[in-house]
């Protein structure tokens, strides 16, 4: 066996997928075999040293449900522990990918591929194949949120990035600075960088500074004695005080006021406070994070007989690492699986349990650009699953707004003699996913085509 580049096998019912792959993975892998059955899938297991395996999720002819893939998962991973999995899958199937996931697959591809894409992830899986890797370790990789108590779900390589880094500056006692649009989980990541210090333990002590009024701010931040303040009838800590042996968090630190900057810096730096109406100073060990939606660097201004909109030695105290957040529409591989994840919790809220996505509804989620990030996607399916009849969610019930593109020229009415060749086949094969909800196997049929045209013919239109 070739040690650096491994084998593979494709496993597909669909021969004109297997001809293509063997064709595209032919410079990533020693070996590419190729299986059209459970059958020959073990056979194949059997004979030849497999460190890869891609796996259709829709295994069988006409099938639709993905169920039969996840059987084979188990069974080859109880069997074959060492072996990388991961799965194919159209758009409706996601829940059924996340699902395998948990069952101990490195990963999933929704079909039609992209090329680079999968060459990427199938590299990734050969590359985190270890001989002696037991099933249990795999099953604990999958989704993000369950291991090692990790609230975060993510697939994509913007958030893996971000969240290696977050691993490695826990560890130390570094200020960090996290960049974002709102939305997007900077709190969330807080919490995350806490959870994997050794400061875990302690508080985590999250401030809002976008929702305290200016007059309550130095009271709320460094606490007073009593009698400070007309309404001040008992002394009270401070919610940096609380933070005591643990982790303070500043969210929105772009809204702390000028006149209090000066203050805050000299608690961050000193870790030393007075409360209003005191004159003692007491010591305070916490760990600093900040976030922030605004552009800080652009509000630091000279100061030329006036303040600053932001201090800039303030800045460069609370930034020793900065963490870039990445918004949703640029995190796509993410989408999906939140999306699932909201519909499981949102599920049980609502006592509906088994909801699944159509695959146009799959496809809807995904097409949109997520301005308000995950705060919207989480909103957008509570209300998708409040809507929802029989089990299903589809495009009507999400509620998303309508925007022109390539993608969304109506699929009825049209007056075919303003439409190109290329535009008519587009627009039939809209109408048919819509006409069987997505189903590619039906619309293959209906068209006369086989499956792997139909993916060809949707990746060039941007389906």
């Not at 997007?184 to 508080?203: D, V, W």
């Not at 196997?441 to 389906?463: D, F, N, P, Q, W």
Request: proline share 3%; glycine share 6%; no cysteine.
């Amino acid at each position: 066996m070739d040690q650096k580049k491994g084998n593979i096998l494709v496993a597909d019912d669909d021969k004109d997928i297997l001809f293509s792959a063997e064709l595209m993975l032919e410079d990533d892998f020693a070996n590419i075999y190729t299986a059209t059955s459970e059958t020959a899938i073990f056979k194949q297991l059997e004979r030849n040293d497999i460190d890869v395996l891609l796996l259709d999720m829709n295994f069988a002819k006409g099938a639709t449900s993905g169920k039969q893939g996840l059987i084979i998962l188990e069974k080859v991973l109880e069997k074959y522990p060492q072996i990388s999995v991961v799965m194919s899958t159209s758009f409706g199937d996601i829940d059924l990918a996340v699902n395998a996931m948990q069952k101990g697959a490195k990963d999933f591809v929704t079909k039609p591929w992209n090329n680079i894409k999968l060459i990427e992830k199938l590299n990734k899986a050969l590359h985190s194949h270890h001989p002696h890797e037991s099933k249990l370790g795999k099953a604990s990789e999958g989704v993000r949120e369950k291991s090692a108590g990790s609230k975060l779900i993510y697939f994509s390589e913007a958030m893996s990035a971000v969240h290696n880094m977050a691993k490695k500056v826990a560890t130390t006692e570094s200020n960090i600075l996290i960049l974002g649009e709102n939305g997007t989980g900077k709190g969330l990541l807080a919490e995350e960088i806490h959870h994997l210090s050794h400061r875990s333990k302690g508080p985590f002590v999250q401030i809002d500074l976008g929702a305290l009024s200016e007059s309550l701010f130095e009271a709320e931040l460094f606490g007073h004695a009593k009698g400070a303040f007309t309404d001040a009838q008992v002394e009270k800590k401070g919610r940096i005080e609380e933070a005591d042996g643990g982790t303070l968090f500043l969210d929105e630190i772009g809204n702390l006021p000028s006149i209090l900057q000066a203050k805050m810096l000299s608690v961050i730096q000193n870790k030393r406070l007075i409360r209003l109406g005191e004159t003692k100073e007491r010591t305070i060990d916490f760990r600093l994070i900040t976030a922030t939606n605004m552009p800080l660097q652009e509000m630091i201004v000279s100061k030329k007989g006036s303040f600053a909109a932001f201090r800039s030695d303030l800045f460069f105290r609370i930034n020793t690492v900065t963490i870039d957040l990445p918004p949703l529409r640029k995190r796509t591989a993410d989408i999906l699986p939140l999306a699932q994840y909201f519909l499981k919790l949102n599920g049980q809220m609502y006592q509906k349990k088994e909801l699944h996505f159509t695959e146009a509804a799959s496809q809807a989620l995904v097409n949109h650009q997520w301005p308000g990030n995950i705060r919207e996607l989480s909103h957008t399916v509570e209300q998708a699953v409040i809507f929802s009849d029989n089990g299903w969610v589809d495009v009507d019930d999400l509620h998303l707004p309508q925007r022109p593109s390539a993608q969304a020229i109506k699929t009825s009415n049209f007056q075919a003699e303003n439409l190109s060749l290329e535009e008519m086949e587009q627009q039939a094969i809209l109408q048919l996913l819509k006409k069987h909800q997505g189903n590619i196997t039906k619309v293959a049929k209906e068209l006369g085509i086989g499956r792997t045209t139909l993916y060809r013919k949707m990746e060039k239109y941007g389906m």
